[in-house]
């Protein structure tokens, strides 16, 4: 309010106002400065002005609890970002001074427009993720990986034999072979089809497909792990130059939880850990950031697809189950995406999952495929150690072993599920073949998957912690399964063996139909060879591993790369036309393993997710909760 000057007026202070006019005056001129002290913080970038006035915190609020689940000290907000990682010397050398001179462009990488961390950062942020941040925390969060690779008790890549001993050349021979194989894959995918997520070898060209949500370069990170453990340097050093170029996470597609996981994930984790390389924990966890949208769920039973559209409430479809084998198979990857970045939410997600997976009534105590993630109750009562069950048992026991065995929860669940399965779906053939059959309500279908061949590996691998009368049987249990497998593969005209295999009507171990009876590549049966070789040395896996080297070879083989077939049973196949990313990352690398020596990524150090990446088992004395102690 303006007062005026009124002709007569006698001023009753020297600025000519009264009492109650000067109390006017000062309300509206303190009015008009909060009102401008205020707007400040309604402006763009207010939080740099309230910073002014406001008292720092020098610690994220929650941050010790994270630190302590994941065993490092809390993070304080006013240190600088860490140092990245030393990275570990290139695959096969020791002097890190002779690392090959960092990313190589050659002609088959593309380059687009550069995908930096802090771009990667405003993306995840735009997903309103929680993070442990402070500032880019998930890049900033440290992890020593120094005192990680001194707890490992065998070399990486294992002690070098003395290749002058005869014993050895013919090992040697058959190791080198699957290297030279693997060299051949990834350089026709690299000719042909580099960036693409696979490669299509009869019309050399790549395919992309719609499981990934938009990522690319599947077999790229699919295949860093096999490069750098067959010591092919420079194709390692040609795809960690792509994933640090041209591997870009902003994109909007919608993707499979369950392949992102096991196969970018997997992938990631594993190549930081081989190597110490921090662009790969980094976009590991920007991308295990993307995928938590999928969990938010009634039950946090994840759906099986999540999209990566910002702001989507993580859904694809509505209506549908959630899979076993799909929610069943994150354990590993999001306990070491807590390891790598101190955000308990990674954790979190699974240790719910297992609670629920604890509580609800399981029939004979046997688990179903199919779950509501709604409800949180069974939707059809269909049980398979194949295709839709697979992995999520064979995570069971890897989690107890990757825990350091302290995770009872998972081998107490692994076990009481190995002797439901033994009670109600485990059988011997009038020929003498013991195998799993599927269930469906109380009946059985006497057939087993490819999928399914797994499990002799798997019940190999956890026969040493079964209780003390059952160790001897679980092993042979293991041994007549592999059997079984190998049996699906000897009884084909190519010797590989077709997509299931039933046991009726006087036949064993063989397709009854052609839509069984393809071959795409996949790994499981040499799994389990090298599992029983590992812990038998009994040569026959080896002999058998041979014998899928040199199928595949002959069938399998193109001048542009390595494609399924058709038809097991025919002599002249047709192919698929697909090489197969899984290939490089698990076939050909179990293979390397059967023919190399027992502490090459050794058993003791590191367990294989379901894509065949190595994850380290927990070393530590630290008590983090996140390896599931309790």
Not at 37 to 66: C, D, I, M, N, Y
Not at 367 to 381: A, D, E, K, R, T
Not at 462 to 467: P, T, Y
Request: aromatic share 12%; hydrophobic share 35%.
């Amino acid at each position: 309010m303006l007062m005026r000057k009124v002709p007569g007026f006698v001023p009753a202070s020297p600025w000519g106002l009264r009492l109650p006019q000067k109390f006017l005056f000062l309300l509206f001129l303190s009015g008009l400065v909060t009102l401008c002290f205020g707007a400040l913080f309604l402006l763009p970038h207010s939080s740099r002005l309230k910073r002014l006035f406001l008292a720092p915190r020098t610690q994220q609020p929650g941050l010790e609890v994270v630190a302590e689940i994941a065993g490092h000290a809390p993070a304080r907000e006013q240190e600088p970002p860490p140092n990245p990682a030393p990275a570990a010397p290139a695959p096969g050398e020791d002097d890190p001074s002779s690392r090959a001179s960092p990313r190589r462009r050659k002609g088959g990488l593309r380059r687009t427009r550069p995908t930096g961390p802090r771009e990667e950062a405003t993306a995840a942020r735009g997903n309103s993720i929680p993070a442990s941040r402070p500032g880019d925390e998930g890049i900033s969060f440290h992890f020593d990986f120094n005192a990680f690779r001194s707890r490992l008790r065998h070399p990486v890549l294992g002690m070098r034999a003395d290749e002058s001993q005869e014993p050895q050349s013919r090992v040697r021979a058959q190791r080198e072979k699957v290297k030279e194989m693997m060299q051949f894959a990834w350089q026709s995918y690299k000719r042909y089809a580099m960036g693409k997520n696979e490669l299509r070898p009869l019309t050399k060209d790549g395919y992309e497909g719609n499981m990934f949500g938009g990522l690319s370069g599947a077999t790229v990170i699919d295949s860093l792990d096999t490069l750098y453990l067959m010591e092919l340097k420079e194709e390692f050093q040609e795809a960690k130059a792509w994933v640090e170029e041209s591997f870009h996470l902003n994109v909007s597609g919608e993707a499979s939880l369950f392949e992102v996981n096991i196969r970018y994930i997997g992938g990631l984790l594993s190549a930081f850990y081989l190597t110490g390389e921090e662009v790969f924990r980094i976009k590991a966890i920007r991308l295990g950031e993307k995928l938590l949208p999928a969990f938010n769920t009634p039950t946090g039973i994840p759906k099986g697809v999540v999209s990566f559209k910002s702001g989507s409430w993580g859904w694809a479809t509505a209506g549908s189950s959630s899979i076993l084998a799909e929610f069943g198979s994150l354990h590993l990857e999001f306990l070491h995406l807590t390891e790598l970045s101190g955000n308990q939410v990674f954790a979190e997600k699974v240790r719910n999952i297992r609670k629920v997976l604890r509580k609800i009534e399981k029939p004979f105590g046997l688990y179903p495929n199919f779950l509501s993630p709604v409800s949180g109750n069974w939707v059809q009562h269909h049980v398979s150690v194949g295709g839709l069950g697979d992995s999520f048992y064979e995570y069971l026991i890897k989690s107890w072993l990757m825990s350091g065995k302290t995770d009872m929860e998972a081998k107490n669940m692994y076990y009481e599920a190995l002797e439901a399965i033994e009670t109600y779906l485990l059988n011997v053939s009038p020929g003498g073949l013991t195998y799993i059959a599927e269930w469906r309500g109380g009946i059985l279908d006497h057939k087993m998957g490819h999928l399914a061949c797994f499990s002799g590996g798997m019940i190999a691998l956890g026969a040493e912690d079964a209780k003390e009368e059952k160790r001897a049987h679980y092993r042979e249990l293991a041994a007549q399964i592999t059997k079984t497998c190998h049996e699906s593969y000897a009884r084909s005209d190519t010797k590989l063996g077709p997509e299931a295999f039933w046991f009726n009507s006087g036949r064993e171990a063989v397709a009854t139909q052609l839509s069984e009876s393809y071959y795409i590549l996949r790994p499981e049966v040499v799994e389990s060879y090298m599992y029983l070789w590992r812990q038998t040395h009994n040569p026959i896996y080896r002999e058998w591993g041979w014998e899928v080297v040199l199928a595949l070879e002959k069938y399998c083989r193109t001048e542009a790369g390595f494609s399924g077939i058709q038809d097991v049973y025919s002599s002249t196949p047709s192919h698929d036309n697909k090489q197969q990313s899984f290939f490089l990352a698990e076939t050909l690398k179990y293979l390397y393993l059967l023919f190399s020596e027992d502490d090459l990524l050794s058993l003791e150090d590191w367990v294989f997710n379901t894509e065949a990446h190595p994850l380290p088992v927990n070393h530590s004395d630290s008590s983090g909760r996140a390896w599931g102690r309790h």
